[in-house]
């Protein structure tokens, strides 16, 4: 059963409204499965700074190669972190940070030992806290993905999913900030060994 718009741009996904940004008519939900081409939609009920974000996503089993987008610290259109699994000829992980005047900047494009198919399910990971991103792959223990981003002109911000040119499925997105009890917390240092990080500077994870 597809859910009734309360505004052109309001979408009511799963338990919450979300913004639609883009195409609207190459945006469906049914049956608890976002599809988006063009267009992409972000919860903006709770801007986050340090957070643990994880969803599911793939390209129809009828699509010829698949790419898979999300965001995060989404801000506005014009300054947003975006990830993107990318199949076919690419067969990478990408991480870049989008800003206005000058702000946008490539973090981190990682090459895959495989390519990306339709029809698979594949599950994305991002862990950020403070500067500091981790992305993660189909529940894999180490991240793919380490960077840090210190001359961000924002820290805060929405998930999002969607963004990409090609028709991409998502489905059980969740995300944890950094305060309620269902995280628990380990020292970045873990992470980051070479780097000099306060005690107090946490990355929050799931449990």
């Known amino acids: 059963m597809q859910h009734k718009a309360v505004s052109p741009r309001q979408q009511m996904l799963w338990e919450g409204l979300w913004t639609l940004y883009g195409s609207q008519e190459n ?3 049914e049956n608890g499965i976002l599809t988006t081409r063009d267009c992409w939609v972000a919860d903006e009920s ?3 700074e340090n957070f643990d974000f994880r969803f599911s996503a793939r390209a129809p089993e009828t699509a010829t190669e698949a790419e898979i987008w999300a965001g995060f610290r989404h801000a506005n259109r ?3 972190y975006m990830v993107g699994l990318r199949g076919g000829s ?3 992980l990408y991480l870049a940070r989008l800003g206005a005047v000058g702000y946008d900047r490539m973090l981190a494009l990682c090459p895959l030992e495989w390519s990306p198919e339709p029809g698979v399910w594949y599950q994305v990971r991002v862990v950020c806290a403070g500067c500091r991103i981790a992305v993660y792959l189909n529940g894999e ?4 993905i380490l960077c840090t981003d210190e001359d961000a002109p924002f820290r805060t911000g929405c998930v999002a999913l969607g963004g990409g040119y090609l028709e991409t499925e998502y489905k059980e997105r969740m995300f944890c900030s950094s305060r309620p009890a269902a995280c628990c917390r380990f020292r970045l240092s873990m992470l980051f060994p070479s780097a000099h990080i306060p ?3 946490w990355l929050f994870m799931w449990l």
């Open 27 to 29: 945006f469906r939900f």
């Open 46 to 48: 709770a801007p986050l």
């Open 78 to 80: 014009e300054y947003r």
């Open 90 to 92: 690419h067969k990478h």
């Open 141 to 144: 223990e180490e991240p793919r």
């Open 199 to 201: 005690q107090e500077t």
